[in-house]
T-cell receptor, first 115, second 117 residues
Framework: GAGVSQSPSNKVTEKGKDVELRCDPI?????LYWYRQSLGQGLEFLIY????????KSGLPSDRFSAERTGGSVSTLTIQRTQQEDSAVYLC?????????????FGSGTRLTVV | AQTVTQSQPEMSVQEAETVTLSCTYD???????LFWYKQPPSRQMILVIR??????QNATENRFSVNFQKAAKSFSLKISDSQLGDTAMYFC??????????????FGKGTRLHILP
């Protein structure tokens, strides 16, 4: 597609439930990133996928968080047993394998609210 | 580890005025990229301007320009002739340069900019 697509745009879930957030990157982009933006805060890096390399999971805050990228394209971020502190906007971005020439292209994010 | 600091949480300026947003960073890397991203209420992150650390010349994109001071590790954004549509959160960001691939971008906490009519 023309841009990075994320779904759903908003999600309300009960504490303790699992949620899945989806990211559809720009076609041909080899790198995909997940960030979390809590209210009034900057973007916190979570995980990134680069081609066929092992993902960099160094930003995942706990083992309740996981992500996968199927077929080098669509990615799903899963949060198990959600907690209220997981409430945030989750942003996905993708980029070409170009060494920083263009930065990232971001999606519009998923606003997750845990009640 | 790299860090990015934006010391101005919020700023307001009258339409048509010039405003400067501050950013400092800390790194031991010699080769890297710096960015300013804009996030309007729509949540969409938009790349405003980028600077390659090995280039001494300051980047410029229309009304947006940067003052890159490598020795001081400072990277400020100047918006000239500000417009109402410039109202947004602005993030300064750092990315280490790696050959043939993008590394993860490290973001500051942002400056909320209000352009007043």
């Amino acid at each position: 597609g023309a841009g990075v697509s994320q779904s759903p745009s908003n999600k309300v879930t009960e504490k303790g439930k699992d949620v899945e957030l989806r990211c559809d990157p720009i076609s041909g982009h080899t790198a995909l990133y997940w960030y979390r933006q809590s209210l009034g805060q900057g973007l916190e890096f979570l995980i990134y996928f680069q081609g066929n390399s092992a993902p960099d999971k160094s930003g995942l805050p706990s083992d309740r968080f996981s992500a996968e990228r199927t077929g080098g394209s669509v990615s799903t971020l899963t949060i198990q047993r959600t907690q209220q502190e997981d409430s945030a906007v989750y942003l996905c971005a993708s980029s070409l394998w170009t060494g920083g020439t263009y930065g990232y292209t971001f999606g519009s994010g998923t606003r997750l609210t845990v009640v | 580890a790299q860090t990015v600091t934006q010391s101005q949480p919020e700023m307001s300026v009258q339409e048509a005025e010039t405003v400067t947003l501050s950013c400092t960073y800390d790194t031991s890397e010699s080769n890297y990229y710096l960015f300013w991203y804009k996030q309007p209420p729509s949540r969409q992150m938009i790349l405003v301007i980028r600077q390659e650390a090995y280039k001494q010349q300051n980047a410029t994109e229309n009304r947006f320009s940067v003052n890159f001071q490598k020795a001081a590790k400072s990277f400020s954004l100047k918006i000239s002739d500000s417009q109402l549509g410039d109202t947004a959160m602005y993030f300064c960001a750092f990315m280490k340069h790696e050959l043939n691939r993008d590394d993860k971008i490290i973001f500051g906490k942002g400056t909320r900019l209000h352009i007043l009519p």
